[in-house]
Structure formats: structure tokens, C-alpha cells
């Protein structure tokens, strides 16, 4: 397979057309047969509900080529299972598992040119997402939708590759209402726009979130979930007592990596901001489908700097265990659980 002529090494974290995306349409109370087009715009009514009352919600997942050449993706069953969740609190159809996953390999395997090579340091981003199609004036879910996936080559998330970024401490809630924190709605991300916005103009490569009720427990960034170690090297996963973190894929793979694969203790508890600022951890990290996972050196609440003495600079030993040994299973180097990697060509 000819890969199309791209400066692999240098790509951006953005969007580019690539040959094909993957269409599926609801109507009539079902889902019609998904496929294949090089139409990358769309025409819809005025009145279709994304464009009122925001039914939109979508996926994140990576195809990528192995050491030994094989293109994959990891765990997209898992991509599949959210996004029913997210449609579900959106009153939107469920899209079926079995067809997210078939129609991830389609529109991947159409794309075939596009997925960079093994070791660029580039990936296929695949974005899955579903929004009303069907025209709706009164407040109320519309009955027709369109589930689409495009995909396009990205290169790394956070620029500095392992230099460890500085996260502020959000002044907005990232989620709209509270308590929908957990569901992938692009909803959710606009309202994260101008918290997202005031951090970078503040020097912070991300916000860090607190809890929306209380303020006092630390959540996740804006596209990635967080990860402490404490002193005795535990890994320290922050939990949600209003289940407003997203369920990262990425998050719960490596707390099966901690546990079955470096044999080290995860801990899973709502963590305390006071804790951070105490110092009570050594290192830290974001991760997710794009982020992998990131080193946090400092994080800043106005005048006060936290640092992670273990990762200041660049990953910690902790985290850099842990990345080695996911991307060494998403490779191929290293054989993970059952169902983890699954082929496409
Ligand atoms: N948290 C948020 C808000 C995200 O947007 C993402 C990215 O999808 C994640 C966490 C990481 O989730 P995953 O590991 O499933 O990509
Ligand atoms: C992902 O990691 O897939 C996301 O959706 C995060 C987004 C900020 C790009």
C-alpha cells in the first residue's frame, strides 16, 4: 500500500481531508446502512436539533501501524460503549457496537494510506460522532440523526514531546449542567473553551478542574483525565463523587498496566486539591487517546506553585514506565489482555 506523500515526523494535532469518511443515517426509528463517501460537508436543515438544543456527542480513538506492520486500534468496543452512554443522556439512538466497530475498520482500512508509519511519532485520529439531523423548534430530541466518522493524521497532542507542562487551576466549570462531566458531548468542550482560552493566555499548557459543587476535589483537564504517584509510588487515580470525570479509556488501561504489568498498588479515591498543594505527590500526568500520557511538572493557582519533584522537568520514572509499557502493547512489542489490540489490515 503507497502511503501518501506527508512529512510524518512534523504533523500537527489538526485536521486534514483525508480520502474517505463513514456515514450511517437514523431515521423512521432505525438505523439505515452505513457507508463509505468522499463528500467531506454536509447540508442540513436549519432547524435540525444539533444546531438548537446541541444533541451532538462523539469518539476519540487512534489507528496506528505496529513494529511488524499491522495497522490496529485499541479497544474501540470501549469508544463504541461511551458513546451509547453520552447518546443515552442526550435521549439520541444508540448507535450498535458491533456496527462502531465494523465501521471504525471500513472507514480505517479505506484510509489505509493515510495511517502513518510505525515510529513517526504520527497516528490516525478517528472521530466517531453523532448529532439530530431532524428538524425540532420545541424543546425536545429530534427523531433523525447522523452518526459519521472521519479520520485524519495527527501528530502528537502536547507539542514539547516529554517536557513536563504546567497546568492553572480552572475558574469555570467545564461541563454544562453539573453532573454531565462523564458523557463525551461537544457541549461539554464549548463549555470549556474559555476556561481553555484564559489558560493558555496565562502560560498553562491546560486547566485543571475542580469539582463543580464543592470545589475542593480535583477532577481532570480539559482532554485528558489526571494520574498522581504518591510517595510510596502508589499511583493515585482520582475518582468523582458526582461521576464528572470522563471515563477514559486510556485511564482504565493503565490501571490494569499498574496492577497487572509494572505490579505496583492503585489506589482509586477522590483526591483532595489540599493534597496536591500539600505536596503529598511526585509525580503527575495527563492521559488520553491524544495525550498518551503527559508529564505535569507544576501546577499554578495564582500565586501558588505546586511541583512534582519526581517529573519537574520530564517524566518521572513512574510515568515513564507506564507509557513505555501501553505503547509497547498498542505496538505489538508486548502482549497485552485479550481484545486490547484489534487488527484492521
Ligand atoms: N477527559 C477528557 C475531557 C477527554 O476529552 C478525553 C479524551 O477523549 C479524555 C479524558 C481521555 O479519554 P480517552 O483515554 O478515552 O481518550
Ligand atoms: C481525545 O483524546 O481523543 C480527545 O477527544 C481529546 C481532545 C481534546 C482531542
Not at 493503565?254 to 483526591?271: G, N, Q, S, Y
Request: proline share 6%; glycine share 10%.
Amino acid at each position: 500500500m503507497e502511503k501518501k506523500d506527508l512529512d510524518w515526523g512534523n504533523l500537527p494535532f489538526s485536521y486534514m481531508k483525508t480520502d474517505y469518511s463513514y456515514v450511517c443515517n437514523y431515521k423512521d426509528g432505525e438505523w439505515g446502512e452505513g457507508f463509505l463517501t468522499e463528500d467531506h460537508s454536509l447540508q442540513i436543515s436549519e432547524c435540525a436539533g444539533i444546531l438548537h438544543y446541541c444533541q451532538e456527542v462523539f469518539e476519540g480513538l487512534k489507528a496506528y501501524t505496529t513494529e511488524d506492520g499491522r495497522i490496529v486500534c485499541f479497544r474501540p468496543d470501549l469508544n463504541a460503549q461511551r458513546m451509547a452512554d453520552s447518546a443515552e443522556r442526550l435521549c439520541m439512538p444508540v448507535f450498535p457496537q458491533d456496527k462502531f466497530v465494523e465501521a471504525v475498520k471500513m472507514v480505517v482500512k479505506a484510509n489505509q494510506a493515510w495511517v502513518p508509519p510505525f515510529g513517526s511519532g504520527a497516528t490516525l485520529y478517528v472521530r466517531p460522532f453523532m448529532f439530530a439531523t431532524g428538524d425540532v423548534i420545541g424543546v425536545k430530541p429530534a427523531d433523525e440523526y447522523q452518526f459519521r466518522i472521519l479520520v485524519t493524521p495527527v501528530g502528537p497532542y502536547f507539542k514539547g514531546g516529554d517536557t513536563a507542562v504546567t497546568l492553572g487551576i480552572a475558574k469555570y466549570d467545564r461541563a454544562a449542567p453539573h453532573g454531565t462531566g462523564n458523557i463525551k458531548a461537544g457541549l461539554n468542550y464549548a463549555m470549556s473553551l474559555k476556561p481553555g482560552m484564559e489558560a493558555h493566555a496565562n502560560g498553562y499548557a491546560e486547566n485543571l478542574y475542580l469539582d463543580s459543587q464543592s470545589r475542593t476535589y480535583v477532577e481532570e483537564t480539559g482532554g485528558a483525565n489526571v494520574l498522581f504517584v504518591d510517595k510510596e509510588g502508589n499511583l493515585v487515580v482520582p475518582q468523582s463523587f458526582t461521576d464528572s470525570i470522563l471515563p477514559s479509556i486510556t485511564r482504565r488501561s493503565l490501571v490494569t498496566v499498574a496492577k497487572d504489568f509494572c505490579d505496583m498498588t492503585v489506589i482509586e479515591r477522590p483526591v483532595k486539591w489540599e493534597e496536591v498543594l500539600n505536596g503529598d505527590f511526585v509525580e503527575c500526568g495527563l492521559c488520553g487517546t491524544a495525550a498518551v500520557i503527559s508529564p505535569v511538572g507544576h501546577i499554578e493557582d495564582g500565586e501558588t506553585v505546586v511541583t512534582f519533584p519526581d517529573g519537574a522537568e520530564t517524566s518521572g520514572p513512574v510515568m515513564k514506565k507506564l507509557r513505555s509499557t501501553l505503547t509497547g502493547i498498542q505496538a505489538g512489542a508486548i502482549q497485552g489482555p485479550e481484545g486490547w489490540v484489534v487488527e484492521i489490515a
